[in-house]
């Protein structure tokens, strides 16, 4: 009974450190999705396209984002980045931890976005398109007007597994400094040494984040099919 009453004293005091950085989570995994989300579009764009060198940087970008581990990727940026800039310039470079983090997941992020896209894209019937330029539009007009609304409505599922998986992976930023969920609670665990309550805390605040953003995404992809219904 005094070690759960222990526990529960070291939970309540951590709580509102881990909220903290449950918080920051939010923004990192929120701003690199949307600068991922650009990204991987255009990669996707590219990937789909009849111009044999963007098909080949998109190809080599996403098969090297996705064959190495985001740790290395966070890694690279962080600290080789300003290492290669230092070697140029001779001069010294720092990037700001948080920084370095947004950048990396976004680029991470842009990787499997732009395979998501892509699928989605092709997953269009090809008379979508042929009507379209049966209709006058050009192959442009035809993709942002015709083909990517509809795109977007199939890709919502997977890009909210997406959204979930870089939300716990951003947890990799507590190596370079970045004070997001999982570092806050190692502060305290260096402090108090009481390690099993808060892991277990921190577990349960990415638990509730997940399974959150899970129902929201279930929501939006009943809605969306609703609506394809009523079309």
Known sequence: METLVKYYAHISTVMPLLLKGAALTVQITALSVFFGTIIGLGMSLMKISSNKVLRLISTVYVDFIRGTPLLVQILLIYFGIPGVIREITGETFRMAPLMAGVI?????????????????????????????????????????????????????????????ILLKDSSLLSVIGVHELTRQ???????????????????????????????????????????????
């Open 104 to 164: 990396a997941c976004s680029i991470n992020s842009g990787a499997y976005v732009a395979e998501i896209f892509r699928s989605g894209i092709q997953s269009i019937d090809r008379g979508q398109m042929e009507a379209a330029r049966s209709l006058g539009m050009t192959k442009s007009q035809a993709m942002t007007n015709v083909i990517l609304p509809q795109a977007f409505k199939r890709v919502v599922p997977p890009m909210g597994n997406e959204f979930i």
């Open 185 to 231: 609670g190692q502060l305290y665990i260096a402090a108090t040494f009481a390690s099993f309550p808060v892991y277990l805390a921190i577990a349960f605040v990415y638990l509730i984040m997940t399974f959150s953003i899970s129902r929201l995404v279930s929501y939006l992809e009943r809605r969306l099919s609703i609506s394809d219904r009523r079309d």
